[in-house]
């Protein structure tokens, strides 16, 4: 049996889906697995191994043909992408992001059966019209044991998630080594210092208190992503002993450098759950997202939620993000503590 597993995007999506593939894979060896990833993360695919297909594909360009109002060229550009994918001829597409630009490619794959969320518990419920067969599945669960009871029903394996096994090839990994060995460091703590959604970022001084107090005791560095997060980590960074910054690194190095890390702090990201996958204790912190839905779980992760009365809201912009500008960094500081301890 050929199946085909349809999650596209963000990061953390991705990450919160290894799980439940890696379960079915375990259970189901006779199951030729391929994968349908968005260009933008296709290099955390490369941790993963086992998968027989990797198909890159680049839903942006799609989006922006239905977003312009061009449904013919939009489905044309579609059908170009997944001609790779009906090559295969796989019996099954579950579509585990619930997307109608997943949903799209699900049925375009050929696939003789195609599976996803029911219309009630899918993120976009026109989605579930592509679909030949529907789950609902219980929402107030975790992410990801919503993704393995989908799969579960699809595949008729075990409703237990699995160890997604991620391994960081030679090369990263000895990048990763060389870059804490350039910043004089052995097993710092790491603070992803950006998110993808403003509302899941703390307020500067919140990191710093969090850094000043985290570098008398094990060495700090702050990470980021772009030149926006670059300044804001010279910031909390900024007269700090003991401190420093990383900057721009490729995903598989990231894994190398959480797995070598004491422990990695910061909002509801990708990188989060890329740690926790690589073995290494988290503190995360929510706001705007719920920590029980959507952080890492097990005795090594702590997460801390905003006890603001709009939290969780869900939105990715807000004037007045309470949640985050109140957040007690002193809480964040003793649960990172008591990780370490």
Sequence with gaps: MKVLIVKLSALGDILHA?????????????????????RRY??????????????????????????????????????????????????IALDI????????LSRFSGAGKVAGFSRETCREPL?????????????????????MSLVAEVLDVPDELADPGLTVPEGPREKAAQILADHGTGSPVVLVVGAGWKTKVLPPDSYRKIART????????ALAGDEEEKVRA????????NSGILFR???????????????????DTGLIHLAAHMGTPTVSF????????????????????????????????????LCMDNLDSDTITEAALGVMR
């Design 97 to 104: 992001q619930g997307l109608i630009k997943s949903a799209l």
């Design 214 to 221: 985290l570098a008398r005791q094990v060495p700090v560095i």
């Design 286 to 321: 929510y706001g705007a997202s719920q920590g029980s839905r959507s952080g890492p779980e097990g005795t090594s992760h702590m997460w801390v939620q905003s006890d603001e009365g709009c939290s969780p809201c869900f939105a990715r912009e807000c004037d007045n993000i």
């Design 127 to 147: 989605s579930a019209r592509f679909y030949s067969d529907k789950v609902r599945v219980n929402t107030s669960l975790p992410v990801s044991r919503q993704i």
């Design 18 to 38: 290894m799980p439940a593939v890696r379960s079915m894979m375990l259970s189901r060896p006779d199951v030729e697995t391929g994968w349908a990833v968005d």
């Design 42 to 91: 296709s290099n955390v695919m490369e941790l993963f191994e086992g998968l027989v297909h990797l198909h890159i594909v680049d839903p942006k360009r799609w989006g922006r043909d239905f977003t312009e109002g061009s449904f013919k060229k939009a489905t044309g550009d579609l059908w170009h992408q997944v001609e790779d994918v009906r090559k295969v001829e796989y019996d």
């Design 234 to 241: 010279e910031l909390i960074t900024e007269g700090i002993e």
């Design 249 to 267: 690194e490729e995903i598989p190095v990231l894994a190398g450098i959480f797995q070598q890390s004491r422990l990695v702090i910061g909002g």
